[in-house]
C-alpha cells in the first residue's frame, strides 16, 4: 500500500509503513517538524504527602496527539 506524505508529496516507503502504519508523513519531514506527535504523561507519586522520601512509581497517563501538519507548498 502505497501513501504520500502529507507536506512534501513524496511516497512514503513501504518499509516505515510497516513499522508505523499510522504516520502520515516520510522520515525527512518528521525529523523537520521534530515529529510527528506531541507526547505528554504524568508520573505517579507513590509517597505519602508530606514525606521527605520520594518514592516514584512510574508514568501514569501517557497523551499522544498528532501535531498539525502544514504542506511544503
Do not use: H, W, Y
Amino acid at each position: 500500500m502505497q501513501r504520500q506524505c502529507l507536506r512534501c508529496g513524496q511516497p512514503i516507503p513501504a518499509a516505515r509503513l510497516e513499522v508505523m502504519p499510522e504516520t502520515r508523513i516520510c522520515k525527512p519531514c518528521s525529523e523537520a517538524v521534530d515529529g510527528e506527535f506531541e507526547v505528554s504523561f504524568s508520573v505517579e507519586k507513590l509517597s505519602k504527602d508530606g514525606s521527605l522520601k520520594k518514592n516514584f512509581g512510574g508514568v501514569g497517563r501517557v497523551v499522544r496527539r498528532r501535531k498539525r501538519i502544514e504542506p511544503l507548498n
